[in-house]
């Protein structure tokens, strides 16, 4: 069997504007020509004071003009059908080809945005279409797909950031336990216990972030099994594990656990209201700090909120605390450092259960953390 090639788009539209032509034409056509048959025929007209009976001769005579009538105007209209398909054929082929040239016009700018698309890669992501024109069909494509272009360098750019600032932190406890192991080589006296301590502290390190690395992208592809949870017991439940903590640092906790029904995956839930929690107890007053843990079923879903004192933060500062690896100089404490990944997992995990987090400086200092979660419909 023969393979014919796949036909555009424009020769579609050629093809379609020509065929309604066709069919068009040939319908009026058929009408036209239905019409003017019916009054093709010719009628016998007698005059007045004609005779009541004619002779036989005249009949014939008047049958003979009739029919010669009639065969006359059936030629003519014939002749005028015959002339009106060749029109018609004519006005097709004009049609096929003006049906063409306009496809060709209607679909210039898809031609631009195709060969403008082929030009855009990973190191050009900031070009965009930017059609112009009338705000019309194509103009709204355009517009979406200079859109999807610019969340694709956001995410690109983010992702990259995110590699290099991982690979920083990666590298930064493989390189003390590389410089320890060095300076212990060379050094024969030194203490073997302060070294293996202080390895196995760097290791314990490596290993927290290796695993918020592995519970970031468990967020991020959302592979997980929805089930009904109560943020209020998941907040009891992260404020038992933390008291000792906040007990260390002399920090009073308090919480207020409403009835907050969502669904999601439980173990991401729990660790979400955790790092909260430890966020707040980790970066708060030296001493005589305070925490409040509220939860409640608000309007548009659950609710979780953790306020903690501190100090004054800027409101510039604060809403780029949730990106990975960003701690904020004024909130990093030698004994807690952390591994920067603490709100970003938090974001990560809300937005993976379709919620979203909000931070803000809170008055008199310190932070407030919002989570909104969908509410549990079962």
């Known amino acids: 069997m023969p393979r014919f090639p796949p036909t555009t788009v424009r020769q579609r539209l050629t093809l379609l504007y020509g065929g309604l032509f066709l069919v068009s034409g040939t319908v009026l056509l058929a009408i036209a020509y239905l019409l003017f048959r019916r009054a093709s025929g010719a009628n016998l007209v007698v005059l007045p004071g004609a005779e009541t009976r004619p002779s036989l001769h005249a009949r014939e005579m008047a049958e003979k003009a009739y029919a010669s009538s009639v065969e006359r105007n059936t030629d003519l209209l014939h002749q005028g059908l015959l002339r009106s398909v060749i029109v018609l054929a004519v006005m097709t082929v004009v049609s096929v080809a003006l049906g063409w040239l306009v496809a060709g016009r209607v679909l210039r700018p898809l031609r631009v945005m195709t060969a403008t698309t082929r030009q855009i890669s990973e190191r050009n992501l900031d070009q965009r279409l930017s059609l112009p024109g009338p705000h019309d069909e194509l103009k709204e494509l355009a517009d979406t797909i200079d859109g999807l272009l610019a969340r694709l360098q956001a995410h690109v750019a983010e992702q990259q950031r995110f590699a290099a600032n991982a690979s920083h932190e990666l590298r930064t406890p493989l390189a003390l336990t590389q410089a320890m192991l060095d300076v212990a080589r060379n050094d024969p006296t030194r203490d073997d216990g302060d070294l293996v301590d202080r390895l196995h502290e760097v290791n314990t390190r490596a290993i927290d972030l290796t ?11 959302r592979s997980f099994t929805r089930e009904p949870v109560d943020l209020s017991l998941l907040a009891e439940e992260a404020g038992e594990t933390l008291l000792p903590l906040a007990a ?8 207020a656990a409403d009835p907050a029904p969502t669904t999601g995956s439980r173990a991401l839930l729990l660790q979400l209201v955790t790092n909260l929690l430890d966020n707040a107890i980790a970066h708060n007053l030296p001493a005589g700090g305070a925490v409040w843990v509220t939860t409640a079923a608000g309007p548009g879903g659950a609710v979780l909120t953790v306020e903690n004192t501190g100090e004054e933060l800027d ?6 605390l949730a990106e990975p690896f960003r701690r904020g100089a004024e909130r990093v404490r030698a004994d807690h450092a952390g591994v920067g990944l603490g709100l970003a997992i938090v974001k990560s995990i809300a937005v993976a259960h379709d919620g979203a987090l909000t931070l803000a400086p809170r008055p008199g200092g310190g932070l407030r953390a919002t989570v909104r979660l969908p509410a549990d419909h079962v």
């Open 315 to 320: 409101a510039d500062l604060v809403p780029t």
């Open 248 to 255: 260390e640092r002399g920090i009073a906790v308090e919480t």
């Open 211 to 221: 695993e918020a690395l592995l519970l970031l992208g468990r967020a991020d592809q």
